[in-house]
């Protein structure tokens, strides 16, 4: 199964869980990116751009998307066309949705040097790039959560059940 959905939505953290809830294996793509890059991804955004990192994710989404498992995406992913077009091939790619005020509040109590993204943009700015994005989610996801009043735990569980 794959997650998806916009950054804080809980998909690294989800995944875990489901990881262990399952006993399947989890692969965050970002992580696997790190892995292979060697740079926090802000480094990497830094010094060759987000074109660059877009055509990456599209190659780790391609290596992962069939793998057993349950992988978490980054929540850029489905601003790439041929990953839009994967994900809604793909059954079981789930949603994880919530309004903008709390994920930004979910954002910015976390790491913020993981999130680019987040870093180099003002608040409506950001809120701009949620509204782009919640059709490409709607459309690309097979389920959907709403995780507004659910915790991670609460959401795995509602995963766990609905599959
Ligand atoms: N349902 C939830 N309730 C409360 N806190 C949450 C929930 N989901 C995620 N969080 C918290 O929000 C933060 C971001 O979560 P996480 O890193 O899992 O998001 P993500 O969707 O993977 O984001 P990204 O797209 O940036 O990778 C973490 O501190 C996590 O504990
Ligand atoms: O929303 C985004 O565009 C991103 C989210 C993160 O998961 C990372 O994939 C990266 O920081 C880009
Ligand atoms: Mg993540």
């Known amino acids: ?17 489901l990881s262990k809830s399952l006993n399947i294996p989890c692969y965050d793509l970002d992580k696997e990116i790190i892995k292979k890059i060697q740079m926090p991804l802000s480094d990497y955004f830094d010094k060759y751009g987000e074109t660059q990192f877009r055509q990456l994710e599209h190659q780790f ?6 793998i057993p498992g349950v992988i978490s995406t980054g929540g850029g992913c489905i601003e790439n066309y041929a ?36 870093k180099n ?3 409506e700015e950001l ?3 949620y509204m782009k994005r919640l059709i490409y989610y709607e459309t690309c996801a097979t389920y959907t959560i709403d995780t507004d009043t659910l915790n991670t735990q609460e959401v795995s569980d509602r995963i766990i059940a609905m599959i």
């Open 61 to 66: 989404l391609l290596k992962y998307y069939s």
């Open 127 to 129: 809120k701009a790039l």
């Open 1 to 17: 199964m794959i997650l998806i959905g916009f950054m804080g939505a809980g998909k690294t953290t989800v995944a875990q869980t």
């Open 83 to 118: 990953n839009r077009a994967i994900l809604k091939e793909t059954s079981n790619v789930i949603y994880l949705k919530s309004n903008f005020e709390t994920l930004h509040h979910r954002i910015n109590n976390d790491k913020m040097s993981l999130r680019p993204i987040a």
């Open 121 to 123: 943009r003002t608040t």
